[in-house]
C-alpha cells in the first residue's frame, strides 16, 4: 500500500494567496483528519471526515479555511487567503473502521506551508 | 473535555538507558490509547495502540506501554534505548464514540552515543 498520499510537499507563497493542500487516503479507509503541527501549538485536529460527509470541524481557525471530500479517495483544505501565520506543517491522516473502533491513523507525510 | 498530560517535555539518555514516558488522561469512560512517534522531519507513526484486553501492549521497535486504568495512565517503556530512538514521542487517546485523537504536548527524547 502506498500509505497516505499529499501534496505539494512544500509551499512557498504570499500572503493573500489562495493554497490548496491535497490528500490521497489509503485505500478502503473511511475516516480522513487534517492536523496542523507548529511549534506554538503542538498537533491541532482542524477537522474530520467519516465516509466523505464532515463530523467535526470545530478546529477550523476561521472562515479562510475550508476543506472538502469529494469521494472517497480525495480530499482538499483549502486557505483563502492565506496570511503568514497559516505557516506550518500540515498533516493528513486516515484510519478504518467504526467510530470508536481504535483502528489508528496513518499519517501521511505533510506539507509544510510557509506564507511570506 | 477530554485531555491528554505528557509530563516529560525534554528526556535526555544515553545508549542503552532505560526509558518511561509518562502520559495521563482524563475521561472516566472506555477510552483507546495510542503512542506515535514522529522522527525528525517525518509524519507520525503509530507505534502502539491499547483497545481492549491485555493492559500490556507491545509494540515496534521494542517499545511496549502498560494501561492503567486505576491511575488514567498509559506510560511508554523500553528496556534499553539506542541512539535511532531520538525523536518526538506523542501520546493519544479516543473515546468510544469518537475517531477524534486527543493529543498530548509530546516528550521530545535525545538519545547519545
Known amino acids: 500500500d502506498a500509505g497516505v498520499i499529499q501534496s505539494p510537499r512544500h509551499e512557498v507563497t504570499e500572503m493573500g494567496q489562495e493554497v490548496t493542500l491535497r490528500c490521497k487516503p489509503i485505500?478502503?479507509?473511511?475516516?480522513l483528519f487534517w492536523y496542523r503541527q507548529t511549534m506554538m501549538r503542538g498537533l491541532e485536529l482542524l477537522i474530520y471526515?467519516?465516509?466523505?460527509?464532515?463530523?467535526?470541524d470545530s478546529g477550523m481557525p476561521e472562515d479562510r479555511f475550508s476543506a472538502k471530500m469529494p469521494n472517497a479517495s480525495f480530499s482538499t483544505l483549502k486557505i483563502q487567503p492565506s496570511e503568514p501565520r497559516d505557516s506550518a506543517v500540515y498533516f493528513c491522516?486516515?484510519?478504518?473502521?467504526?467510530?470508536?473502533?481504535?483502528?489508528?491513523?496513518?499519517f501521511g507525510p505533510g506539507t509544510r506551508l510557509t506564507v511570506l | 473535555a477530554q485531555s491528554v498530560s505528557q509530563h516529560n517535555h525534554h528526556v535526555i539518555l544515553s545508549e542503552a538507558a532505560s526509558l518511561e514516558l509518562g502520559c495521563n488522561y482524563s475521561?472516566?469512560?472506555?477510552?483507546?490509547l495510542f503512542w506515535y512517534v514522529q522522527y525528525p522531519g517525518q509524519h507520525l507513526q503509530l507505534l502502539l495502540k491499547?483497545?481492549?484486553?491485555?493492559?500490556l501492549v507491545k509494540g515496534i521497535k521494542g517499545f511496549e506501554a502498560e494501561f492503567i486504568k486505576s491511575k488514567f495512565s498509559f506510560n511508554l517503556r523500553k528496556p534499553s534505548v539506542q541512539w535511532s530512538d531520538t525523536a518526538e514521542y506523542f501520546c493519544?487517546?479516543?473515546?468510544?464514540?469518537?475517531?477524534?485523537?486527543?493529543f498530548g504536548t509530546g516528550t521530545r527524547l535525545q538519545v547519545f552515543p
Open positions: 491522516a486516515s484510519s478504518q473502521g467504526t467510530s470508536g473502533s481504535g483502528a489508528g491513523q496513518y
Open positions: 485505500s478502503g479507509h473511511n475516516s
Open positions: 471526515f467519516n465516509n466523505n460527509v464532515p463530523i467535526d
Open positions: 475521561y472516566g469512560g472506555t477510552v483507546n
Open positions: 491499547y483497545f481492549s484486553g491485555d493492559p
Open positions: 493519544a487517546v479516543t473515546t468510544y464514540n469518537t475517531d477524534k485523537l486527543i
